[in-house]
T-cell receptor, first 111, second 116 residues
């Protein structure tokens, strides 16, 4: 039972344009959502998070949007840079310690 | 920022041997540490949660006798894969959460285990 889903396994975007990565969840008890970036053979690094009491959180080039009614969140990266090329995981947590991860989306930013 | 290290970064062992992986929080005290496993092209799957000084809580389907977790101090947790088999080959990642709480976890760089 995949509670957090990232339906696009890969995304290719031209440098300078916007990258939009999507994530859907099924568990209505989730109240905190995080995005992580991961390079091959490395651990994930935290990017940005959002609480369920908000619908938007912005940090520099990264913005996360949350639509609770649709159980959907998205990460916007603008402008995209080649160094953004990595695998992006969304994760969710509720009233437990556990982080539930999506399957990841591989972003490739080309010049 | 919070730094978590793992050692070794890569290990190759023969089937039947045991392998110990260390996870250290370098600049903060980690009251809770988590161990994840990632198979190729799959998500990170939580294996167990450990709190300093107490027994680890294992996720369903994870054999506690095979994956021994020790969280003896606020800066060190170890995962020992006992009697490793080729199907245990995976990328093992730890994360740590500080004493201040919050939902953010800081991840180690991971350990690639290959069992021949």
């Amino acid at each position: 039972d995949q509670q957090v889903k990232q339906n696009s396994p890969s995304l290719s975007v031209q440098e300078g344009r916007i990258s939009i990565l999507n994530c859907d969840y099924t568990n209505s008890m989730f109240d905190y959502f995080l995005w992580y970036k991961k390079y091959p053979a490395e651990g994930p690094t935290f990017l940005i998070s959002i609480s369920s009491i908000k619908d938007k959180n912005e940090d520099g080039r990264f913005t996360v949007f949350l639509n609770k009614s649709a159980k959907h969140l998205s990460l916007h990266i603008v402008p995209s840079q080649p160094g953004d090329s990595a695998v992006y995981f969304c994760a969710a947590t509720g009233n437990t310690d556990k982080l539930i991860f999506g399957t990841g989306t591989r972003l490739q930013v080309f010049p | 920022g919070a730094v978590v290290s793992q050692h070794p970064s890569r290990v190759i062992c023969k089937s039947g041997t045991s392998v110990k992986i260390e996870c250290r929080s370098l600049d903060f005290q980690a009251t809770t540490m988590f161990w994840y496993r990632q198979f190729p092209k799959q998500s990170l799957m939580l294996m167990a949660t450990s709190n300093e000084g107490s027994k680890a809580t294992y996720e369903q389907g994870v054999e506690k006798d095979k994956f021994l977790i020790n969280h003896a101090s606020l800066t060190l947790s170890t995962l020992t894969v006992t009697s490793a088999h080729p199907e245990d080959s995976s990328f093992y990642i730890c994360s740590a959460r500080g004493a201040s709480g919050g939902d953010e976890q800081f991840f180690g760089p991971g350990t690639r285990l290959t069992v021949l």
